[in-house]
Nanobody, 121 residues
Framework: QVQLVESGGGLVKAGGSLSLSCAASGIILGINTMSWYRQAPGKQRELVAGINISGGRTNYVDSVKGRFTISRDNAKNTVYLQMNSLKPEDTAVYFC??????????????WGQGTQVTVSS
């Protein structure tokens, strides 16, 4: 059974920083793309940032470019999201997702349970 567990959310004032982590565990033969999504109340879930298998290619939604940084540690099966210069509009539940190959050799998208990020003005 593969699981993704996020940590690092919380409450921060505007302009502050938070760092999120998401660790994958279970029977994992390989992890391809890893991403962070977020969902604010009353809004659709949106892709925040993604990173490829080597970590050499990343992409961000325009609203976080220059403020957020996604990275990964393949030895730890972990993806990170460093969030700086946070704004109240960054308030959302943040989810990590990863394309993982487990023991049946079929790539599947797995999702974490989400972690709340609240930015006060």
């Amino acid at each position: 059974q593969v699981q993704l567990v996020e940590s690092g959310g919380g409450l921060v004032k505007a302009g502050g920083s938070l760092s999120l982590s998401c660790a994958a565990s279970g029977i994992i033969l390989g992890i391809n793309t890893m991403s962070w999504y977020r969902q604010a109340p009353g809004k659709q879930r949106e892709l925040v940032a993604g990173i490829n298998i080597s970590g050499g290619r990343t992409n961000y939604v325009d609203s976080v470019k220059g403020r957020f940084t996604i990275s990964r540690d393949n030895a730890k099966n972990t993806v990170y999201l460093q969030m700086n210069s946070l704004k109240p509009e960054d308030t959302a539940v943040y989810f990590c997702t990863a394309l993982i190959v487990s023991r049946d050799y079929i790539p599947r998208d797995y999702w974490g349970q989400g972690t709340q990020v609240t930015v006060s003005s």
